[in-house]
């Protein structure tokens, strides 16, 4: 299995489905791709949930009132790059899942899909994803509660200082090596890491003179 994390903006994605799993996997494509591009989301069930309406009222996603038993689906998965199976149907769902692996098409549906959602931590510019292929849902849920709580203040700001130290490294050195070596010790720095107690911009300018005095 190869965790990957790709950009879905502009690809087309369909949802089987429009109960509370449906928006739950809706929500976390629309919380996490947000590169700037409109993702191209078009939900088909009978039924949807009032927040997945919503959506839909914005603009955000399409929805479409389907009875997916007499669909042709091999045109209307035409074109797809993504497809997630999720109606309350058990063996309406096998039989979408039946149908769609015939095209070459990425599909997550439980554990017998070729993609798998993990659950994802998305705080303070980190974003995470938690997988468990499929096996234990909860368990991978529980695992993003206690890798969130890692994730603080001083975490947030030190992200921004080191961004922003990269490039002002590029500009003085021309080593990488040695650009590496010196982003490196501003995370092991106990000095580095107490600076985050004061705003961000005096935590970043403290930083940067430590590293010169350092580096000079």
């Given amino acids: 299995m190869l965790p990957l994390y ?16 449906a928006e739950r996997k809706i929500r976390q494509i629309l919380d996490t791709d947000k590169d700037g ?20 009222e914005k603009g955000e996603i399409q929805c479409f009132r389907y009875d997916l038993w007499n669909q042709n689906l091999d045109v209307l998965v035409k074109d797809t790059f993504l ?8 063996t309406l769902n096998e039989h979408l899942f039946t149908e ?13 899909g070729n993609t798998f959602m993990s659950s994802v931590v998305n705080k303070g510019g980190f974003i995470i994803s ?3 292929e499929g096996k ?19 975490e947030e700001k030190m992200l921004y200082i080191q961004t922003h130290l990269r490039d002002y490294l590029k500009e003085k050195i021309k080593d990488e090596g040695q650009r590496k070596e010196i982003l490196n010790y501003v995370l ?3 000095d580095c890491w107490a600076a ?16 010169e005095d350092r580096y000079a």
Avoid: Q, W
């Fill in 196 to 211: 985050l107690d004061e705003p961000v911009e005096v935590a970043k300018r403290r930083i940067i003179r430590i590293v």
């Fill in 6 to 21: 790709v950009k879905v903006s502009d690809k087309r994605i369909i949802v089987f489905g429009g109960g509370d799993v």
């Fill in 130 to 132: 938690v997988s468990t």
């Fill in 83 to 90: 497809i997630l199976i999720c109606t309350s149907d058990v």
């Fill in 188 to 190: 092991s720095d106990s």
């Fill in 37 to 56: 591009g409109k993702v191209n989301l078009e939900v088909y069930s009978l039924d949807f949930t009032p927040h997945i309406e919503e959506l839909c």
């Fill in 100 to 112: 769609a692996a015939k095209s070459d098409v990425l599909i997550n549906y439980k554990d017998k």
């Fill in 136 to 154: 234990g849902p909860a368990m991978a849920r529980y695992m993003k509660g206690k890798i969130a709580s890692l994730i603080g203040e001083k």
